[in-house]
């Protein structure tokens, strides 16, 4: 933790234009890209479903992923990284559990119209609020999409979290699918513009091939969207459990007990993560023009 801090930590939102564009592996190489930058940085994200879950402690539980990232914080996984958790059970039913300890079985509808907002909301920000005072950075991940319209009153995973707290937003997309520039596209047409202004550049992700065959269509969207593309990231392999079967690491698992600061190997991939994206993402720009950082 850096000492005599006079303010709260900076903040930075990834978001994606679908679920498994690679929010939580760029989180993941962030969170050790800055802090190997000698940054004290933490991973958050405000509301996750996952069955994927990691035991703090005998009371305590967080999803798996923000366990991971915490390590490549260099930090300890804390209940605060996850303040509300849902964990799916099947007839739109999920177990709540609200800064890491069960909550209560709750149906969607009365998660929606009772809870998320009402009860859920104030529990997010008095966390980040907590995790603000003791770091430099936090790297906020979003889920799915923000341009899921059907929810977005009550969306406090993605643009109803970073206007309240005033955070500046990457967008990811994955390019390996099809649809990425039509995702990018759509997702600026269809959120608000008080959200769109949050949004400080788009990110292209799992690409094969040469990067060079990519300008002309960037700069269309650059255009189109106003907005400036800050990195194009290759596909390579990654030996890192994945949140959901989504991301494409589904036949990887890594049992939770070996979930730790001590892992080498985990250790070794999230350095080889952290160095893949960071040779292929535009840093000063993020730390200079989105972050006001000079580093």
């Known amino acids: 933790m850096s000492k005599n801090r006079s303010n709260d930590a900076k903040l930075l939102m990834v978001q994606g234009t679908s679920s498994g564009a690679g ?9 050790r890209i800055f802090s190997d930058m000698g940054l004290s940085v933490s991973p958050f994200k405000s509301q996750n479903m996952s ?3 990691y035991n703090i402690d005998e009371s305590h539980q967080i999803t798996r992923i923000q366990a991971i ?3 490549a914080a260099r930090k300890t996984p804390d209940r605060r990284l996850n303040p509300i958790v849902l964990v799916p059970k099947g007839n739109y ?3 709540v559990f609200v800064e890491g300890t069960f909550y209560k079985k709750m149906k969607a509808n009365d998660y929606y119209n009772e809870f998320v907002l009402q009860k859920g909301f104030p529990v997010i920000l008095n966390s980040l609020e907590s995790l603000r005072k003791e770091n430099d950075l936090i790297i906020i991940e979003g889920a799915g999409s923000p341009a899921e319209i059907n929810i ?3 969306d406090v995973a993605n643009m109803l979290l ?4 005033n955070s500046p937003v990457i967008l990811i997309s994955d390019i390996e699918r099809g649809g990425c520039f039509a995702n990018i596209v759509g997702t600026f047409e269809l959120i608000k513009n008080v959200h769109n202004k949050l949004i400080k550049g788009f990110i292209i992700n799992k690409f094969r091939g040469d990067p060079s065959l990519l300008l002309t269509a960037i700069r269309k969207i650059e255009k189109k969207t106003r907005k400036k593309n800050i990195g194009i990231i290759p596909k390579f392999d990654i030996r890192i459990p994945s949140e959901d079967s989504l991301d494409g690491n589904e036949q990887f698992e890594i049992e939770n007990k070996f979930i730790n600061s001590h892992n080498s ?7 080889y993560l952290a160095e893949q994206i960071k040779n292929n993402i535009k840093l000063d720009y993020i730390l200079k023009e989105t972050l006001k950082i000079n580093k």
């Not at 939580?24 to 969170?31: E, H, K």
């Not at 970073?162 to 707290?165: L, M, R, S």
């Not at 190997?265 to 350095?271: E, N, P, R, S």
């Open 265 to 271: 190997f985990l250790q070794k991939q999230i350095d």
């Open 152 to 154: 977005e009153k009550f």
């Open 23 to 31: 929010k939580s592996t760029l989180v993941m190489a962030l969170c």
């Open 51 to 53: 069955s994927n879950i």
């Open 162 to 165: 970073a206007k309240k707290v």
């Open 93 to 95: 039913t999920s177990n």
């Open 69 to 71: 990232q915490s390590i």
